[in-house]
């Protein structure tokens, strides 16, 4: 696609259940961010991809959280036990600049809004 | 460290300048500033790096102050189109992590 695409748009879920959330970066871009962004705060660094390297995963907030990118593409950011606390928007990033820090344009998705009830 | 953004909100009447600031309590390597409209992906503005001044992009401006640890961002003659929260993200010197303030609400009205 021309951009980064994320999925679901929108999940309710209770608390104590799984989720999963895809983003589906830029073709090409092989740079690929998670940021979290709660209601009045600032977007939160989660995790960095880069290529075939291992992950800086820094930026997770807890075990419960985990990312995965397969074949340097696709990225499915995984809760687990879902807290109310998760309730947030979660944005993908990617950018043909890599590196950590970022020193390229980020191009965000439109995010995947969770709440846990 | 999160950046502190000062104002939080501001309204300006279409053709208003309007400038936002972005400070920091450590040395800054690098400002990024984003725009996002409700409910879109932030877009990207403009990047700041350590040793240079500023940097414009049509009617949108920013200042790099190394010393006061500090960027500014400067609209003039604001359109409708500039309605949106304003980000600055920083990266601090010997860090590696794009740190985002919480924002500034900018809307501006006929």
């Known amino acids: 696609g021309a951009g980064v695409s994320q999925s679901p748009s929108n999940k309710v879920t209770e608390k104590g259940k799984d989720v999963e959330l895809r983003c589906d970066p830029i073709s090409g871009h092989t740079a690929l961010y998670w940021y979290r962004q709660s209601l009045g705060q600032g977007l939160e660094f989660l995790i960095y991809f880069q290529g075939n390297s291992a992950p800086d995963k820094s930026g997770l907030p807890s075990d419960r959280f985990s990312a995965e990118r397969t074949g340097g593409s696709v990225s499915t950011l995984t809760i687990q036990r879902t807290q109310q606390e998760d309730s947030a928007v979660y944005l993908c990033?990617?950018?043909?600049?890599?590196?950590?820090?970022?020193?390229?344009?980020?191009?965000f998705g439109e995010g995947s809004r969770l709440t846990v009830l | 460290q999160q950046p502190v953004q000062s104002p939080q909100a501001v309204i300006l009447r279409e053709g208003e300048d309007a400038v936002i600031n972005c400070s920091s309590s450590k040395a800054l390597y690098s400002v990024h500033w984003y725009r996002q409209k409700h409910g879109e992906a932030p877009v990207f503005l403009m990047i700041?790096?350590?040793?240079?001044e500023q940097k414009g992009h049509d009617k949108i401006s920013a200042s790099f102050n190394e010393k006061k640890q500090q960027s500014s961002l400067y609209l003039t003659a604001s359109q409708l189109s500039y309605s949106g929260t304003y980000f600055c993200?920083?990266?601090?010197?010997?860090?590696?992590?794009?740190?985002f303030g919480t924002g500034t609400q900018l809307k501006v009205e006929l």
């Open positions: 993200g920083t990266v601090t010197g010997g860090g590696n992590k794009l740190t």
């Open positions: 990033a990617s950018s043909l600049v890599a590196g950590l820090p970022p020193t390229g344009e980020l191009f």
């Open positions: 700041l790096l350590k040793g240079g």
